[in-house]
């Protein structure tokens, strides 16, 4: 029978599924951090149990962790505490962690792909809803609550009752300064910040396939900002070859053995899918969202919706939206204002990212009236970054080059945005307070957030190209 | 967290009449540097709930004395965003049992059913009335029967079927756990890693090298 790439991997490693219920599906890798961690490993110890298969789970140290001096102890008590104990959890029992100081620390969907530990065909799940970005390797990934971080440490496997499929196609040519993060949010637009629950999402097409590796993170990154369980891409050369040689990738024999068996990963030409969407990728602009959720984005020459444009029904949270935003229906949203540009996230913080914002503003200076932050995914980021002399680049431009972490993309640490403050961020959640309480973030591509650095508002990065 | 099991459910409820209520509005990060599960309902809603200054924004539905109970009723999409469960623990801490919407994120219901707190889907329409009915009088009593799926809104009698499997339904009524479950099954488990084609399922190896 035809199948999907979901359903390939999906059967593949379904344990049993319960009568009328669930199925129990076994999980090939777990990624852990700091923060939705500990109460799993309180309900180990309260069981009185081991971690099942500690070599399957990677911890690391990314959400509450400062992004300057990062040699010296945590400031805050409570994160210096949160952080602790996930190192004596690691040690106690038997968790390999990349903690603060290792040269592989990182955000967490950042380390896993560039260690070679996310492979295709793979069952991949975290304490975090962004684990999707390990989909753009044709794997299952998606993000659980800590009661399943808690399933997965003791027994390896979690109760899932299969989703529904959706397929977006994108095909055709970007345009110009269009770039993946553009695509996304064009697509969550489209579908709403709900559209997609209880579907996993494969995207495919043309558009999709011309991308690198790290750019089909991006959009695999934010399937959950639509509601989706999880997004995911065929792994094909692209991806092989971002694979090959990296830390925990296969070797030798094993590696060809490997690529024949994720060759076989793609949907079979007749699968079935319960949704499937068609997008021309030559009708997308550079976004940028305007509101207090991933859905409210725009095109950059576009306008806030008026008014009238608005059903009576979404009246009541478009308003509430737009007030917490200081912005006026119906208005443009090039030429607003920012205060702030954060260029960082699981998102948007690898190292084409870092890479396409310094060959833009090579030259360049920031404006006067605004705080730029460059906040590096990994170590490993972060040092390629410096080989390649980009943190000069950003240093002459006047940009802050810190240290890996979540840092403002939820503003856990200090790296908060001042209330009523105006924030273009390459991250993916624009929630009232996500960047710091009365914070108002402006979702955008690493493109389009250094060109506002330079110009300290809002503009159309192909007038600059 | 001591409720474990839920069966029937017969109270007054509180109106949070917001869509896409996302978890950074059920609970801020900064509120997540805690180890424990416990203590979280203080900071439900936290930035709603409260001004800068700590006094309580009298506007907001859960400062009001009128409205009380184990039932919170939320508009579409509730629960969107970030996985944290610490969003389920905040609410039931808080004192609910019940959250009812007429659209829920995957994971946030995910969490819920792993915390007893059952989240029931009303249609759009009934949705409507319920929140009309407990807008208009705080002393509305809701009743969420569990063993037959229905809910009632008791000052009209109109009732609703909702939807719950029947797995996590039974571990709802005798308060099992997931990993109760699972733990069951380890054999299986096991059986099935050893036909597991292996190559699948190398460990992250120890690289040693640092
Ligand atoms: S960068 Fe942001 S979205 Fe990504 S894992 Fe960290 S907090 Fe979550």
Redesign the interface.
Do not use: W
């Given at each position: 029978m035809a199948k999907t790439l979901f359903e390939k991997i999906w059967d593949?490693h379904v344990?049993?599924t319960?009568?009328?219920?669930?199925s129990?599906l076994?999980i090939?890798?777990h990624f852990i951090h700091e923060?939705?961690s500990?109460?799993a490993f309180?309900?180990l110890e309260k069981?009185g149990m081991e971690v099942f298969?500690p070599?399957?789970?990677?911890a690391t140290a990314d959400?509450?962790v400062p992004t300057i001096d990062q040699h010296l102890p945590i400031k805050?008590e409570?994160?210096r505490?949160?952080v602790q104990?996930l190192i004596a959890n690691c040690a106690r029992y038997g968790v390999?962690l990349y903690g603060l100081g290792?040269?592989?620390q990182g955000i967490v969907h950042v380390i896993g792909p560039e260690l070679g530990?996310t492979q295709p065909?793979?069952t991949i799940v975290c304490?975090?809803?962004h684990t999707s970005t390990h989909g753009a390797f044709g794997a299952i990934a998606f993000?659980?609550?800590?009661?399943?971080v808690?399933?997965v440490m003791?027994?390896?496997?979690?109760?899932q009752?299969k989703?529904k499929l959706m397929r977006i196609n994108v095909e055709g040519q970007l345009g110009k300064g269009v770039v993946s993060k553009d695509i996304i949010l064009y697509i969550i637009g489209m579908t709403t910040?709900?559209g997609a629950?209880?579907y996993f999402v494969e995207y495919a097409g043309s558009a999709i396939r011309n991308l690198s590796m790290e750019a089909r993170m991006t959009i695999c990154n934010m399937s959950?900002e639509m509601?989706a369980?999880g997004g995911m891409i065929a792994p094909d050369q692209t991806t092989f070859a971002y694979i090959k040689g990296r830390?925990?990738a296969?070797k030798g024999a094993?590696w060809d053995?490997?690529v024949a068996?994720w060759s076989e990963l793609y949907s079979d030409p007749d699968a079935r899918f319960d949704i499937e969407i068609n997008i021309d990728a030559a009708d997308i602009e550079p976004m940028v969202t305007y509101g207090t959720?991933p859905g409210m984005g725009i095109g950059i020459t576009g306008h806030i919706p008026a008014l009238t444009e608005i059903s009576e029904k979404?009246k009541?949270?478009f308003l509430?939206s737009l007030a917490y935003m200081g912005l006026q229906a119906g208005a443009p949203i090039k030429g607003r204002k920012v205060d702030y540009v954060f260029i960082g996230s699981c998102t948007n913080s690898r190292i084409e990212d870092l890479r396409m914002v310094a060959s833009f503003v090579k030259g360049r200076h920031k404006s006067k009236d605004t705080e730029v932050w460059i906040v590096p995914g990994s170590k490993q980021v972060e040092k390629q970054a410096i080989e390649e002399g980009l943190d000069k680049v950003f240093e002459e431009a006047g940009f802050h080059l810190r240290q890996p972490g979540c840092s403002a993309c939820?503003?856990?640490n200090e790296d908060k945005i001042p209330?009523g403050k105006y924030c273009i961020s390459t991250s993916n959640?624009n929630?009232?307070?996500?960047q710091g309480?009365?914070a108002r973030t402006l979702l955008a591509s690493p493109l389009t957030a250094a060109l506002a650095a330079i110009t300290g508002e809002v503009a159309d990065v192909r007038e600059y190209l | 967290m001591s409720n474990k099991s839920i069966n029937t459910v017969h109270s007054t409820a509180v109106p949070l009449?917001?869509?896409?209520v996302?978890t950074?509005?059920i609970i801020?990060?900064?509120f997540?540097?805690?180890?424990?599960?416990d203590g979280f309902g203080e900071n439900l809603f936290r930035?709603w709930r409260y001004n800068?200054d700590g006094s309580p924004k009298k506007d907001f539905v859960l400062n009001n004395p009128a409205w009380a109970g184990r039932i919170l009723v939320a508009a579409?999409?509730f629960g969107?965003?970030?996985?944290?469960?610490?969003a389920?623990w905040a609410i039931k801490d808080a004192g609910f049992d019940v959250v009812i919407s007429s659209?829920f994120?995957?994971?946030f219901k995910?969490?819920a059913l792993?915390?007893f707190l059952l989240p029931v889907t009303v249609s759009e329409d009934f949705l409507k009335d319920i929140f009309t009915a407990i807008e208009k009088d705080p002393s509305t009593v809701i009743t969420v029967d569990l063993p037959q799926q229905t809910i009632t809104l008791e000052p009209t009698g109109r009732k609703e079927k909702f939807d719950i499997?029947?797995?996590?339904k039974t571990c709802l009524l005798n308060g099992y756990?997931?990993?109760d479950?699972?733990?069951s099954?380890?054999n299986?488990?096991e059986s099935?890693?050893s036909n597991?084609?292996p190559?699948?399922?190398?460990?992250?190896?120890?690289?040693g090298s640092?």
């Open positions: 593949s344990v049993k319960i009568e009328g219920g669930p129990v076994y090939d890798k923060v939705t500990p109460q309180k309900g069981r298969r070599r399957q789970i990677v959400h509450n805050d409570l994160s505490l949160q104990q390999e290792h040269p592989y530990i065909g793979m304490g975090d809803s993000g659980i609550g800590t009661s399943e808690e399933m003791a027994t390896q496997c979690l109760l009752s989703p910040a709900s629950t209880g959950i509601g369980r830390e925990f296969p094993e053995k490997k068996q959720n979404e009541p949270g509430k939820l503003g856990m209330a959640r929630f009232e307070g996500r309480p009365n | 009449n917001v869509e896409n996302d950074d509005q801020p990060a900064r997540l540097k805690a180890t424990s599960r930035d800068t579409k999409n969107c965003g970030s996985s944290r469960e610490h389920a659209f994120a995957d994971i995910n969490n792993n915390n499997n029947n797995y996590k756990d997931d990993i479950y699972l733990l099954i380890r299986e488990i099935f890693e597991f084609c190559s699948d399922n190398e460990p992250v190896v120890r690289s640092h």
